[in-house]
């Protein structure tokens, strides 16, 4: 069954490390997303991509940065860790504008 | 600027209907999508409206008015399965999807 998946699923992490969260979907779809989701606020886009060199900014893409190499995997990194960060991040993919997001089960951050 | 509001808790009781209501305002509009989070987990499709009107599926209905920017899912015959976090979410010009904060339902025996 093709499905998302996300890792590491849980990180602790310090102020200042670079981390990478990575994601990689086996649907073959063009569409993928990371958001981010804190208590009180819907998901916030972080960054996206349509297809395979494309990456988009979202609404709070500051201090993070995608690649997209192939069509399987955007990993997201945070270059220098900040504790505004701590976060649950969650990696999504669609076939289509309007299609049905699939998510990754997540992955929650701690800065500190 | 582009807004969405749901309200952010409600409860029910078992075996009752519930309706969770969504308000939007976009830049332009492709439809509204409703979603299902249980805690801890990751959000999960339930319906896509793009016209006006009433879609049911299963125990799960949702209706949507593009005059009135408008939406509601509604749930029947609650079970406790149901006690999760409903996201609201709006598809606008660009197809940027838009999000509500979520309504957390909270099902009583």
């Known amino acids: 069954d093709a499905e998302i998946t996300q890792s590491p699923r849980h990180k602790i992490t310090e102020t200042g490390r670079q981390v990478t969260l990575a994601c990689h979907q086996t649907w073959n779809h063009n569409n993928m997303f990371w958001y981010r989701q804190d208590l009180g606020h819907g998901l916030r886009l972080i960054h996206y991509s349509y297809g395979v060199q494309d990456t988009n900014k979202g609404e709070v893409s500051d201090g993070y940065s995608v690649s997209r190499s192939n069509t399987e995997d955007l990993p997201l990194t945070l270059e220098s860790a900040a504790s505004s960060q701590t976060s649950v991040y969650f990696c999504?993919?669609?076939?289509?504008?309007?299609?049905?997001?699939?998510f990754g089960e997540g992955s929650r951050l701690t800065v500190l | 600027g582009q807004n969405i509001d749901q309200p952010t808790e409600m409860t029910a009781t078992e075996g009752a209907i519930v309706q969770i209501n969504c308000t939007y305002q976009?830049?332009?509009?492709?439809?509204l999508f409703w979603y299902q989070q249980h805690a801890g987990e990751a959000p999960t499709f339930l319906s896509y409206n793009v016209l006006d009107g009433l879609e049911e599926k299963g125990r799960f209905s949702s209706f949507l008015s593009r005059s009135k920017g408008y939406s509601y899912l509604l749930l029947k015959e609650l079970q406790m399965k149901d006690s999760a976090s409903y996201l609201c979410a709006a598809l606008d010009s660009n197809y940027q999807l838009i999000w509500g904060a979520g309504t957390k339902l909270i099902i009583k025996p």
């Open positions: 999504a993919s669609t076939a289509g504008e309007a299609g049905e997001l699939f």
């Open positions: 976009t830049s332009g509009f492709n439809g």
